[in-house]
């Protein structure tokens, strides 16, 4: 079956097509539709917004999709930047300045209160409607300064407490073994292939 991963970010989509790899699975980005909607999210909660794209694009691309949101929620920070973590620094945020801008928010503040936790909530969808909605989690702390070369994002701050290392000093494989990511789509996996089943 041909999924559609609601990404155009070639970061993700490598790897959210790492995680879902199977025979019975092949991934496509909206790369491969330049027509397709730009979705607002808006929601309140990550499983808000990606129930919103994945049922906006199954039914524009009238193919089983598959869309994630999901961000960093900082204790010290009352759950911030949450569903605003890509954009946490303002208009035309990269990933350098929200990365900056959660170290100056962080400033002086002790390792136990710099507790954080991944999430990534995945929608499944087909054109009539969602078929499943899933969550992945990953636990950890905020360092004080960015180290590693691997991954994106919040990655080379965010200290996993299964590594006692940041995700961007991991590699792939490590990663896609303990990340909220990879949680949250191996959930999503069992979702699709049961999905292929019942309707193959």
């Known amino acids: 079956m041909e999924v559609v991963v609601s990404t155009r970010n070639k970061d993700k989509f490598r790897e959210i097509s790492e995680i879902l790899e199977d025979s019975s699975i092949k991934t496509v980005s909206l790369e491969d539709f330049p027509d397709a909607p730009m979705v607002e999210e808006d929601g309140d909660t990550f499983a808000d917004n990606a129930a919103k794209k994945a049922l906006v694009l199954a039914r ?4 089983f ?9 900082v204790d010290y920070l009352n759950g911030a930047p949450g569903v605003y973590s890509a954009r946490f620094s303002g208009v035309g ?17 002790s390792e136990e209160q710099r507790k ?8 499944i969808a087909d054109e009539h409607g969602i078929v499943g909605i899933v969550e992945g989690e ?4 905020i360092d004080t300064q960015q180290r590693g070369d691997n991954g994106f994002g ?4 965010f200290i ?3 590594y006692n290392r940041t995700f961007a000093e991991l590699d792939p494989s490590e990663k896609n073994k303990i990340s909220h990511r990879a949680k949250a789509f191996a959930k999503a996996k069992d979702v699709i292939l049961k999905y292929i089943k019942e309707n193959s």
């Open 60 to 63: 524009f691309t009238k193919r």
């Open 65 to 73: 999709t598959v869309a994630d949101d999901s961000g960093l929620e």
């Open 93 to 109: 945020a990269t990933y350098q300045s929200n990365n900056e801008k959660l170290l100056q928010s962080l400033e002086g503040v």
């Open 116 to 123: 954080a936790r991944f999430v990534c909530c995945v929608a």
């Open 138 to 141: 990953s636990r950890g702390i």
């Open 154 to 157: 919040y990655d080379p701050l």
């Open 160 to 162: 996993s407490f299964d």
